[in-house]
């Protein structure tokens, strides 16, 4: 019985320190800088810098049937399937927007790379935009994130917009910063481009 004790005790306190480290991990992950504009506290308006991505497009389904098609894609991208087998840092978040015809997942490109200097992909789904300054509104939530809770998100924050009189600018999408293995201290989010100022 003992010996049972002493093992669950381990094996809990290697599940802590695993989780401490993957937390760690991805707060030092670089991720799409912002600055917050206005904090309404159930939501905040936010200025975000030009950036460069990666990204491929789907047909249009829910978050749950493409988000592993797409991330599979992105991901041996950077993991070195390229022209130059190069390796590319994962940034975060990772970015999934669902309009009527297509969705579309999107990484950031890391700051220290030019578009001019980016491998070719293997994977000619894979593509490139450089995207400029934006005003997003953005509502965060915790846990794992489904299709109920994006979409439940998704009309909380338009209700929110609404209420507060901001006019939102095209589709809205959904931010990922965690690893599906971080159990802890997990950060979902959804956005949408809005009018600003008001």
Do not use: C
């Not at 991990?25 to 904090?39: L, M």
């Not at 592993?68 to 087998?85: C, H, M, P, S, V």
């Not at 915790?142 to 009309?155: M, P, Q, V």
């Amino acid at each position: 019985m003992k010996t049972l004790l002493i093992i669950a005790i381990v094996l809990v306190s290697v599940a802590v320190v695993g989780q401490v480290l993957i937390t760690r991990s991805t707060n030092s992950t670089e991720q799409h800088k912002y600055e917050v504009i206005k904090d309404y506290g159930a939501f905040e308006v936010r200025k975000y810098e030009p950036a460069l991505f990666s990204y491929v497009e789907m047909p249009a389904a829910d978050f749950r049937s493409n988000s592993g098609q797409g991330f599979r894609k992105l991901a041996g991208y950077i993991f070195g399937g390229n022209d130059k087998e190069q390796k590319i840092a994962m940034t975060s978040p990772v970015v999934m927007t669902n309009s009527d015809s297509m969705m579309r997942m999107k990484f950031m490109v890391p700051s220290d790379i030019k578009a001019s200097d980016l491998p070719s992909p293997k994977d000619t789904s894979v593509h490139f935009v450089e995207e400029q300054e934006k005003i997003m509104a953005a509502i965060r939530f915790g846990g794992w994130a489904s299709n109920d809770s994006i979409i439940k998100y998704r009309t909380k924050l338009q209700k929110l917009l609404q209420q507060n009189g901001i006019q939102s600018i095209g589709q809205f999408s959904y931010l990922g910063y965690n690893p599906p293995y971080q159990v802890t201290n997990r950060r979902n989010e959804v956005v949408v481009e809005v009018k600003w100022p008001l």
